[in-house]
């Protein structure tokens, strides 16, 4: 990039400046994001490689080496065989209990604190300050402080240790913290619109349906990533509320990665991991191009 500046006075020449294209500021810059960059891409590249070496590849000890040959023997028997405690039916069993946990999590957790979020702020409620209060309390409540308590109500309603009962206590955790960020992602718009809505007879949840839902999209997937990252992620509440059949993969993975019997088999185990990250990455790929989608169509009718 060039800048020109040029004297005006009669009788001196037009005197052009240019700027260097690399400046040290720049290089510097750049060497940082290298290396954080880096800092995260090496130990990925490390996990990915060992999955698919042997173990003799492996005890050779050279991390950064490449596989020689491939091999995806790990991977086949990390998803079908490997064992978690007693049972030897591989990761597989794990994912599917974590589908079964993450769909009714995002639906009860975000139909609830939506509609919620929607009527503190844009309609006149009474006890709304109070209410809010006591979300902000309860979002930040230690899990461990209402474990037993909640261990009873589920047990109470016959729903402990079955992949529901999980989805609702992530559902009760969540549901505070999302319901502040409704709440202040509505607060912001035109309180016109709804006006306008209500003179023109437009009910509660017309409204919502009509006007407020539509416009709702961006915080929708934020809302999403940090569901499914919570939720898919976690690891305490689907060992404390699970059975042996409805653990998620994440108690599944530690599972088969520290009851290995005999040789520490690391390829079955970076394996296992990978297979655990790869469903929520393919799902914010997904959101991510529709969030990049909304922006730039906002931007454009803006």
């Not at 589908?99 to 503190?120: F, H, K, N, R």
């Not at 709804?194 to 934020?222: T, Y």
């Not at 394996?271 to 991510?288: D, K, Q, R």
Request: charged fraction near 10%; aromatic fraction near 14%; proline fraction near 5%.
């Amino acid at each position: 990039m060039t800048a020109i500046s040029a004297t005006s006075q009669p009788g001196r020449a037009t005197k052009v400046r240019r700027r260097p294209l690399i400046r040290p500021s720049r290089v510097v810059i750049f060497v940082f994001l290298l290396m954080a960059a880096a800092f995260f891409a090496v130990p990925l590249y490390v996990v990915v490689v060992t999955s698919f070496k042997t173990m003799d590849q492996i005890r050779e000890g050279q991390i950064f080496s490449l596989p020689s040959p491939w091999t995806v023997d790990a991977w086949s028997y990390a998803w079908m065989q490997a064992c978690s405690g007693m049972n030897c039916n591989g990761v597989r069993v794990g994912f599917v209990n974590s589908l079964y946990i993450l769909a009714p999590s995002l639906v009860l957790t975000i139909s609830l604190s939506i509609v919620t979020g929607y009527g503190l702020a844009l309609w006149n409620v009474k006890w709304a300050n109070g209410f809010l209060f006591v979300l902000f309390i309860c979002a930040f409540v230690p899990f461990q402080i209402i474990m037993y308590p909640l261990i009873k109500i589920t047990g109470s309603l016959h729903i402990y240790g079955t992949t529901f009962g999980i989805a609702v206590i992530h559902s009760v955790l969540s549901m505070p913290f999302l319901t502040l960020i409704f709440r202040n992602y509505f607060k912001g718009m035109p309180p016109q619109i709804i006006a306008a809505a209500m003179i023109d007879s437009g009910s509660f949840w017309r409204i919502f349906f009509e006007i407020v839902l539509p416009m709702s999209g961006n915080i929708m997937i934020v809302v999403l990533i940090l569901m499914i990252t919570g939720i898919w992620n976690d690891f305490l509440v689907g060992l404390t509320f699970g059975a042996q059949d409805t653990q998620p993969m994440t108690v599944v993975l530690n599972n088969i990665t520290v009851t290995t019997t005999g040789a520490k088999n690391y390829a079955v185990d970076m394996a296992s991991a990978l297979l655990t990250a790869l469903p929520p990455l393919v799902i914010y790929f997904v959101l991510g191009r529709f969030f990049v989608q909304g922006i730039t169509a906002g931007a454009i009718k803006g």
